[in-house]
């Protein structure tokens, strides 16, 4: 086949071919003319063409280096390259992304652009810390140094309220009501519908056989929030479950859980609030949960239930009464076939968490320690915890609880 740039690439030195017998042909005259004394002048246009051309290259030359500039552009964001000047206050909303941080920021012509602060972002793996809050930055700064800056928590305004870790979420209400004014009513309200709140219907799944009961308890995690002013109780209850899902997802909690425990996430939920609320120190916390997964899905203890205090406990309070310790407990309450958290004569996990967790605890029920404990203990009045696999080893934690004054009375061996 005959290439058709051949064939014009031909054609045209055809007519450049042409062109020059036609040019040769006028040059001769033009020179018999000169010789005959005629055409004066020609050394003055010569010097004028020569200063025409000079003059059509740099136009030429000019154009052609903003073309470039100007097709540069379209590949490297537009940046401020100083450290900026003055004062402005930036607020970051729950849930932004990059490119909507990078929005706001150009609005308030912090960077130059969106697009250089999601570049800045993109190359610094820490810029998923920056938390919802208001920050003092400065005007016209390099994207880079103003994400630096928004990862300093001295830039933070600080006006935030902390969330304990294992808080229930009616505590946690009672808290934030007193903060921001908003009753409590309003609270409950909003936590009537967890899934309106932003947590993914799946999340209470189970695998275990029991009834699925959806509830916000568990997902409302721990941490200092920069409460927004104007904000409802349903923003900053789904300001906290966006944060609960951040955590888990960088974690990979779900996955984890689901392929290496072989249990549901729920479920996986359920166990760490309850080593959160049995555990006085974040190190037992991991045993703690091998212990509830070894009394729920083996065969090692003498029944597949948790005969937990703590959750007892929780029902209690639900119930707007006092939590009560372990030695005051009734047979009755124990046992009391109304209370949908009891655990005693009762297989299984809880209906919902009973507190909600915070890392550590997460942590600890993705992936607790192998062992074959099926008691924990509190074994002195600083906390620490001890464990057992037998019955003569839960009997050698009852006369240290003994000696160490956290049990007395009838409740010790003679």
Not at 173 to 199: H, M, N, Q, R, W
Not at 350 to 360: A, K, L, M, Q, R
Request: one cysteine or more; glycine letters at 10%.
């Amino acid at each position: 086949m005959i290439d058709e740039l051949d064939l014009a690439f031909d054609e045209r030195a055809d007519e450049r071919t042409e062109k020059g017998r036609h040019r040769r042909s006028f040059v001769e005259k033009r020179r018999k003319k000169k010789a005959g004394g005629g055409g004066g002048g020609g050394r003055g246009k010569t010097v004028v063409a020569l200063l025409m051309a000079v003059l059509l290259l740099g136009v030429l030359g000019g154009g052609a280096w903003y073309g470039f500039d100007k097709v540069q552009g379209f590949f490297t964001a537009p940046d401020y390259d100083g450290p900026g000047t003055g004062e402005v206050v930036v607020q970051v909303k729950p849930g932004q992304l990059a490119a909507e941080i990078g929005d706001t920021l150009a609005a308030a012509d912090v960077v130059k652009s969106a697009k250089a602060f999601v570049e800045a972002a993109n190359d610094n793996s820490r810029s998923r810390n920056i938390q919802a809050a208001s920050y003092k930055l400065r005007k016209q700064m390099k994207a880079a140094d103003a994400l630096n800056l928004m990862l300093d928590p001295k830039s933070k305004v600080v006006n935030g309220i902390t969330i304990p870790e294992g808080m229930m979420s009616l505590q946690i209400y009672d808290k934030l009501s007193k903060e921001t004014k908003i009753p409590v009513a309003e609270f409950k309200k909003a936590a009537a519908d967890p899934v309106k709140l932003g947590v993914p219907a799946f999340w209470f799944n189970r695998t275990d056989g029991k009834k699925s009961t959806k509830s916000i308890e568990g997902f409302l995690f721990p941490a200092t929030y920069e409460i927004p002013p104007k904000a409802t109780a349903e923003q900053i209850l789904g300001m906290m479950v966006q944060h609960f899902l951040q955590v888990t997802q960088d974690m990979k909690f779900v996955d984890t859980v689901q392929n290496q425990r072989g249990i549901s996430p729920y479920e996986a939920l359920i166990t760490a609030s309850i080593a959160q609320a049995e555990s006085v120190h974040h190190v037992d916390m991991p045993k703690v949960a091998r212990v509830i997964y070894n009394r729920v899905y083996t065969d090692k203890y003498h029944c597949k239930c948790l005969e937990i205090d703590s959750a007892i406990n929780y029902w209690l309070r639900l119930q707007g009464k006092d939590p009560k310790d372990s030695d005051v407990l009734k047979q009755s309450e124990l046992n009391d076939p109304k209370n949908p958290y009891r655990t005693h004569g009762v297989n299984g996990l809880t209906p919902t968490p009973i507190s909600n967790p915070g890392e550590d605890a997460l942590k600890g029920a993705m992936d607790p320690p192998t062992g074959s404990w099926v008691y924990f203990m509190t074994v002195d009045k600083k906390g620490t915890m001890g464990y057992g696999s037998t019955d003569a080893e839960y009997q050698g934690l009852i006369r240290q609880m003994c000696k160490n004054g956290v049990l007395s009375g009838e409740n010790c061996p003679k």
